[in-house]
């Protein structure tokens, strides 16, 4: 095999080091470095703290500001009034990342009015379906589909453009022009991307993300390239990013026109007309570019992506995880290498996910071959170009240790920024000075820093790589820190502005905002800040305290304190505290303006809601910080009350969010509804890496009705649950410890140096459920856990006594309840590895409870038989979520789903096994019901006599009854009108003439048969002759009757037979005497019988 990765093994890994990389140079020298690099300088701003679940902005002209939330909200923040507030919302569908993405202002905006966005629309258009299924897809196909199953989550997100109303100040959303869509697979994790950005042509840039998961099925923090049969087509990147048909994973360029649509301008990386390529691609192999940034005056596109989560490389599989930054010439289409390869021409493996075994090495300095099953493009692709930055957990496999040194944080999150260009001519004080001019900004997600790039436009290199405003300075200059920043631009003042996401998830975080970073030499402006007591009431009068004293000057001087407490534009008290009464009801905000000494202001608002109280919630369980296993289902029970409302809570409206946190950020998963319901975790969860720090995320919400006049309110909660398994270095704060690289260790990192007074913290924790604990470690002597702080007393103690590796176990039973913080510490001399708890914790162990009902309820018929068809109808409780039901008709060999009703229908007995299965895949004991079904009624036979006939007496009329079901249950018969004994009946003992046989059969069901028969007995010479023959032989008749009885007869015959018909009177007529005579027939019915069957054929002659 060809290893294309052999060569970064062999060296522990080949460094793609540019030539003026670490230039030498003290740039602290350069002119104006002084002032520039003195970060008291600068002054960050907050904008506001009002942004929902925060993703892009866009700065106006007159420096207000437009940002978007994810679900569809966009904010218009007026630093100047203090104010923010929703001006739109789009409707998007939100599943995982999916939802509202970019806001970009048209270069013209200032004349034209518009301004692009970049969506998932919540309703579609087709050949697509017209909504998408909720929740999320599924990883492989369910029994019995086929491929086409898929295409119910086939969608996509649009790029667009909508005017501005100036005099609404608000979107024009009637004037939406649909540009461009771009497919994608819904119902999965991850990677939208959507910035947009124009060049000085006028051309549209767009950034696509892979449409691909972090954690694809057997990739294992390497490159998701997973086709194998029968898994969702989602899983494999080579589908888009690497293929040249796709618009996915990609950055476009094209020229839009008047009417929304778009031409294809000159030199992107597929002329028009190419066989198998779209001509909208200007760089292709990317994975997730969320942040572009096209600057004409480099001539350069240059963006930020995220990479694969492996912690080390993979003789098979390929190199670590890295992030990038890249830039390239406007004239200068690339091909990013992504999924083929990353850095410097590490080439992945193309690795064969079906069995799990190592193929050859991609080759992406010649041009990879895309052998996708789902490839629509190119087979061989355009040779890769290398990253221009790189980076990863292990700053010694980089060439640029400072862009994991800048911050300890773990885990990596590249957002492209702008380059900035000192304008002399712009008269704004705010501006950054010359020094930054031609520099590009960079946000590091997940570090939390910014940072400056000086680079050799436009195609590279990086010659010099500087942290810009460091978080340590910001502290220092009592100024919000930098915390998560998901975008940085410029504005027309020359100030940076930042969109900060914060620590959460999924949710209007506390801790993000949108900041402006102003040069500011000297006295800085006061930051102000407001506490209100109550913030909402659900009727009218409401008096509100106001108190502004937790306002800030930076230099620490004086604050006068001016209120506008009615929101009419007019400030009309002072003082740093304050009350207001509210008689009126309705949505207020309050603003605080707060004025330093030499007259620098900072304002602020809240909202004051009376009339509608928000709602809150409770989430009984499980309780944050708990733990599970991964593909373990959590089960979640969340109650209600609001002022207004009541504690009736309307399940349909309580939300939750579930999603993999990584290290600071998280991929959302899956979403649903209600107020029971369990979480399932993926079991592939640790195939992001076994370096990589992952637990679970919810956020829990609920809006509730609004009142009086006052809008919906919402509030929501937020939850992290911890996996059992805890690699030490995950912990998230210590002291005194250090990290050291260990190839033994199960995360390929130790902690050493737990010294006696050091330790290791987690939080939140709740050890419910939890039974024992079992520490990887090694050395000598004692690990302790304890509870709210590093000097509590211990609770649980491990004894450490080994050279190697080894794992000991310490018994949880008594520990703390509730949710807290975790410490470890040590007596010293010990190396930890990994802590995992055991226990069922909060995970859901618990199976449905299952039950059939049946309809009829109660049987029909007789003895336990219906008689027609009976719908069956399984249905099952649980804890958390029944995920299936499930039956079987063959005692248990083969099961199906139970959705829907079954109906029985088929005759006889049918038993109808049942069971349940709920998303943490616990099985219930199957149940059984027994269904006798009989619709079809007994049969009925009469022999000897048939309706309507005349029938001689000699013989018997019988009757019987079959039923194949129930069987016969009874069987009656009457004969004209009376009840009859038994089944058969004597002809002879009845008078000749008509008769009326009714037979009635009763099946066990209770289903009858009756059949009637109308028949004449007759006798005639011959018929006589075979009843006297009869009973002679049953007995009736002696010998001697017999002989002489037959005598007579057969005299009869020879004269009937030779016309002598007195004759044979004569001989009928002895006949007669003759059977009146006991000695001839004994039985009197028989002696009756005959006399007067002969006298009737005497008549006859």
Known sequence: MTSGFALVLASGLALATPAAAHDGVDHGTEPGA????DWSNYEKVTLTK?????????????????????????RLVDPDAGTTRVVNTIATYNNSEDGLQTITLAPDFEESGWVYLYYAPRTMTGPYPTTTPSGSAPNTLPAGQTESYWDQWKGYNQLTRVKWDEAADKLDLATEQVILKVEVQRGQCCHVAGDVDFDDQGNLYLATGDNTPAGTPGANGYAPNNDAPGYNPGFDSRRGAGNTNDLRGKILRIAVQEDGSYTIPDGNLFAPGTEKTRPE?????????????????????????????????????????????????????????????????FNYNEWNFETATPREFFDCAAGAKNNSRWNTGLSTLPPATSATLYYGDNNTHQPWPELTDFSPA???????GPVYHYDADNPSPTKFPEYWDGKAFFAEFSQDYLAAFTVDWPSGPVSHIEQFLPNTDLETNRQPITDSPIDIEFGPDG???????????????????????????????????????????????????????????????????????????????????????????????????????????????????VGNVAPTIEVSTPAEGGFFDWGQAVPFKVATDDAEDGDATVCSRVTWTFGLGHDVHAHPLSQGTGCQFAIPTPADATEHGETENIYGVVVIGYTDNGANGVPAARSEVSMILNPKSQEVEWADASEGVAIAPDETASGLRKVTSLDAGDWLSWKPVNLAGITSAKLRASGTGT????????????????????????????????????????????????TLDRIKFVGDGFADVTPPTVSATLDPAQPTGQNGWWTGNVSVTVTATDNGTVASRQRSTDGGQTWENAANPLTVSAEGVTTVHYRATDNGGNVSE????????????????????????????????????????????????????????GDKLALWRLSLGSHTLEVTATDRAGRTTTKKVTFTTTTSLTELTALTERLARSGEITPAGESVLEKRLSQAAKHVAAGRYASARSQLQEYVDLAASPVNVTDADARAALQRDARAVISQL
């Not at 679940?53 to 500001?65: N, S």
């Not at 990317?286 to 600057?295: A, E, G, K, Y």
């Open 783 to 830: 690990v302790q856990l304890r509870w709210g702080s590093a000097d509590a007393t211990p609770f649980a103690s491990f004894d450490v006594d080994s050279q190697d590796w080894s794992e000991t176990t310490s018994d949880l039973t008594g520990a703390p309840t509730g949710s807290g913080e975790l410490f470890v510490t040590s007596t010293g001399g010990v």
């Open 495 to 609: 100030s940076l502005y930042v969109l900060d996401y914060g620590d959460g998830f999924f949710r209007a975080n506390p801790d993000a905002g949108l900041y402006r970073i102003d040069y500011s030499v000297g006295n800085k402006a006061p930051r102000a800040d407001i506490v209100a007591d109550p913030i909402s009431s659900s009727s009218a009068p409401l008096t509100v305290e106001f108190d502004g004293s937790g306002s800030v000057d930076p230099e620490g001087g004086a604050l006068t304190y001016d209120w506008d407490l009615d929101g009419d534009g007019t400030f009309d008290a002072t003082g740093a505290t304050t009350s207001y009464t509210y008689d009126e009801l309705g949505r207020y905000t309050a603003r605080l303006r707060v004025t330093d000494a030499e007259g620098r202001r900072g304002i602020t608002s809240t909202s004051i809601s």
């Open 281 to 345: 691609i200007f760089a292709m192999g990317v994975r997730n570019p969320f942040r572009i940034d096209v600057d004409p005056a480099t001539n350069s596109v240059s963006w930020g992506d995220y990479g694969p989560d492996a912690g080390a490389p993979n003789p098979d599989r390929g190199p670590m995880g890295y992030v990038e930054w890249q830039t390239t010439s406007i004239d200068k289409p690339i091909n990013g290498g992504w999924p083929y390869c990353t850095g410097d021409h």
């Open 926 to 981: 199957a149940g059984k019901v027994v269904v006798r079904i009989d619709k079809t009624a007994p049969q009925v036979a009469v022999a000897g006599v048939s309706d309507g006939a005349d029938v001689g007496n000699s013989g018997d009329a019988s009757w019987s009854a079959t039923d194949a079901t129930s069987g016969v249950g009874s069987v009656a018969a009457t004969l004209d009108g009376a009840a009859v004994a």
């Open 410 to 416: 773990g885990g990596q999150g590249p957002m492209g």
């Open 50 to 74: 009002d942004t929902g679940e925060p993703i892009d902005m866009a700065v106006l002209p007159d420096r207000r500001v437009l940002t978007t939330a994810r679900n569809g909200d966009i």
């Open 34 to 37: 002084g002032l520039a690099l």
